[in-house]
């Protein structure tokens, strides 16, 4: 006996995955599951919610941005452990991670391990100190999102230290690449194509090895650089040639 809901075949129950098409729906008795499929694997769908401790997030843009903007459990493939992150799903499609809170009193995010991170506890926008998580999750992050989108790179920067005093978004190519701190942003060039809006007309600008992580500092005065010629010094925060410094926010999704 099946019992049709709204087109969909609800199959009854079963102790194992039976054959299915996209929709159907069966309760598995062996352990006391509800599934459905998806057409292509079954899936539960009586879990507890996603993001929370005991069932972190394994792809946070495709299983939290449906939710309000807040702090929520996750562990991608790769983690070692769950990790508790601040997410903003309000703005720009949402499914964003905050992955670095940037000061413009240091360069500490001139790194790519952890920074200031303590715990379980990932970077919040309210930090009073450069926090960032290890270059390796925030690439575990973005290899298990289900985004395909042009910007999965967001470079959000605040007050800017001078001339141009006024907040700021960067939006980067979504690549194939691995995300470095420290790295020369050209050495890959998805890295140099930015944009100021999300999902926006990209532009290459090709900076030069100065710009390192993301961005570019110097061609135009809507970009700027994740981290901008390190080895002058006095660089600190995101920069921009003409702007000065700046703090401000890396997110992923």
């Not at 100021?196 to 992580?213: H, I, Q, S, V, Y």
Request: hydrophobic share 30%; with cysteine.
């Amino acid at each position: 006996m099946a019992l049709i809901v709204g087109g969909r075949t609800i199959m009854g129950n079963a102790t194992s995955d039976p054959t299915a098409a996209e929709g159907n729906v069966y309760f598995n008795t062996s352990s006391d599951e509800l599934k459905v499929y998806n057409g292509s694997a079954w899936q539960k769908c009586n879990n507890p919610p996603y993001g929370t401790s005991s069932n972190p997030a394994t792809d946070p843009w495709t299983q939290l941005r449906s939710e309000a903007s807040g702090n929520y459990w996750i562990q991608p493939s790769g983690f070692s452990s769950a990790v508790q992150v601040q997410m903003d799903n309000t703005n720009n499609g949402g499914g964003w991670v905050l992955v670095a809170r940037v000061l413009d009193s240091n360069m500490d995010h001139y790194n790519t391990g952890a920074v200031n991170i303590s715990g379980t506890t990932g970077p919040r926008t309210t930090n009073t100190n450069t926090q960032k998580l290890t270059d390796t999750m925030i690439n575990q992050i973005r290899a298990a999102s289900g985004y395909s989108g042009s910007t999965a790179w967001w470079l959000q920067s605040q007050t800017w230290s001078s001339n141009n005093s006024y907040s700021a978004n960067m939006f980067v190519k979504t690549g194939s690449y691995s995300f470095s701190a420290t790295d020369h942003a050209n050495s890959v060039n998805d890295k140099t194509i930015v944009s100021t809006a999300f999902e926006g007309g990209l532009t290459d600008t090709g900076p030069n090895p100065g710009t390192r992580g993301l961005g570019d500092h110097h061609t135009n005065a809507n970009y700027f650089a994740w981290v901008r010629h390190p080895e002058s010094g006095g660089n600190n925060g995101f920069r921009q040639d003409t702007r000065g410094t700046a703090s401000g926010y890396f997110w992923v999704k």
